[in-house]
């Protein structure tokens, strides 16, 4: 079951969903809440994340492009006690509408874990034709909130099988490290194939003609013989 409007409302005001003070309920909707972009972001193919501040608050991403996005709320899926009566909630985000027709997708999952807390990352790509501006604590993705019956068990664990559950903060290392090298845009394969029509049509003729030249001294040898 999604949480409505007042149920979210009501969790906030008690401490849960979200850490305090880094909310708004202006962008409470019917059944979800609005994010704002945070100020943590990489685009891929640059060499460390940036900051986005409100001096300096735009991100540009061109057709093609791969980037890590944060929210500036801290999410806080603190584990309920079932012997007291409490619920678990889990979180599932999606970009908002706005940006989707845009061409921005979120390719990194739509789910967040029922102990999560602190940094939402978004591992997004713009597959559109044209730019996509995006401005820090502006609304740009939704999360919805559902409860989840039952005892959860523990937090997941490592390879190892240790238990952890470490509160997110920014964008880590290995987070850049999973996006990859530098993005290949649509503009920038347009230039090479503009690039490589250029040089077939300035190197084709010369190329056709050495090798006409060479099938003819070809056959003549051969006549000759």
């Known amino acids: 079951m999604f ?12 401490g849960k969903l979200m850490e305090d003070g880094t909310y708004c309920k202006k962008y ?13 972001v990489y685009v891929g193919g640059k060499s460390a994340p940036k900051k986005l501040t409100e001096a300096f608050p735009y991100l540009t991403l061109k057709p093609g492009q791969f980037a890590i996005l944060t929210c500036h709320e801290r999410i806080n ?22 940006f989707k027709m845009q061409g921005l997708v979120n390719i990194s999952g739509f789910h967040v874990d029922p102990t999560h807390q602190g940094t939402l990352l978004f591992a997004v790509q713009n597959v559109g034709p044209i730019d996509i ?15 989840v019956r039952g005892d959860i068990g523990e937090t997941r664990g490592d390879e190892k099988g240790v238990r952890f559950k470490p509160k997110l903060e920014g964008i880590r290392l290995q987070d850049v490290q999973n996006l990859g ?15 490589l029509k250029r040089i077939v049509l300035i190197y084709g003729p010369v190329v056709v003609a050495a090798l006409v030249a060479l099938i003819v001294d070809v056959i003549q040898h051969w006549v000759k013989n």
């Open 3 to 14: 949480l409505a409007r007042k149920r979210i409302e009501t969790l906030l005001d008690a």
């Open 28 to 40: 409470l909707q019917q059944c979800s809440y609005d994010l704002r972009l945070g100020s943590d």
């Open 77 to 98: 899926l603190q584990k309920g006690d079932i012997h007291a009566g409490e619920q678990s909630y889990m979180g599932f985000i999606a970009v908002r509408t706005t």
């Open 133 to 147: 501006l995006l401005k820090y604590l502006e609304p740009t993705f939704t999360i919805f909130f559902s409860e």
């Open 181 to 195: 090298g530098g993005s290949v845009t649509i503009s920038q394969l347009r230039k090479e194939i503009s690039d």
